[in-house]
């Protein structure tokens, strides 16, 4: 599968079903399964609701680009074409600092408190279990307070790199 890359609360990571044989890339019925409901986001980023729970999740879409999450900034930083950290990193300040950033609105998320960024074809409660040929799902935590979060994203480049940036901003209006 691979990507979108999702970010659920840690309370309701076991309730995220992913690519499933009911869903329409396994499936022969054509279902919808939630990994189905995850790549439906047409947007850089997007909020979805959790089958089953009160809780929403965020989908970091497009592809599973390799991603961090700055915790001080409120900030996913997707890198998609540098040749260095140091230019992702730089690259994701740059588009912060600039009044012109063309942000696109992901939608507003609300969560319990931390969360796992992983990759939406897992299902959450797979996550920690032993593939049959080894390793496990990837999956990183993100450290976030609990809160409401207006979710703005950008795809952007300049001559050095292609970085995408997703930030979470209070829904009052600070960063």
Not at 15 to 39: F, I, M, N, P
Not at 41 to 48: E, P, T
Request: with cysteine.
């Amino acid at each position: 599968m691979g990507g979108p890359l999702i970010v659920l609360p840690e309370s309701c990571v076991g309730a995220w079903g992913g690519c499933t044989e009911d869903g329409s890339v396994l499936g022969e019925d054509g279902g919808r399964d939630d990994y189905d409901r995850a790549c439906e986001v047409d947007d850089w980023a997007g909020v979805i609701a959790v089958r089953g729970e009160t809780a929403t999740a965020l989908v970091l879409a497009d592809e599973p680009a390799m991603t961090c999450f700055l915790s001080e900034e409120l900030l996913f930083v997707r890198w998609l074409a540098a040749d260095s950290e140091q230019e992702v990193l730089a690259g994701a300040e740059a588009v912060v600092a600039d009044p012109d950033t063309p942000w696109e609105d992901g939608g507003l998320w609300a969560v319990d408190g931390p969360a796992v960024l992983m990759d939406s074809a897992e299902a959450g409660a797979d996550l920690g279990v032993e593939y049959p040929g080894g390793g496990q799902p990837e999956q990183a935590p993100v450290q976030l307070p609990a809160g409401r979060w207006r979710v703005r994203a950008v795809h952007t480049k300049n001559e050095f790199a292609w970085v995408g940036v997703v930030q979470l901003v209070a829904e009052d209006g600070s960063v």
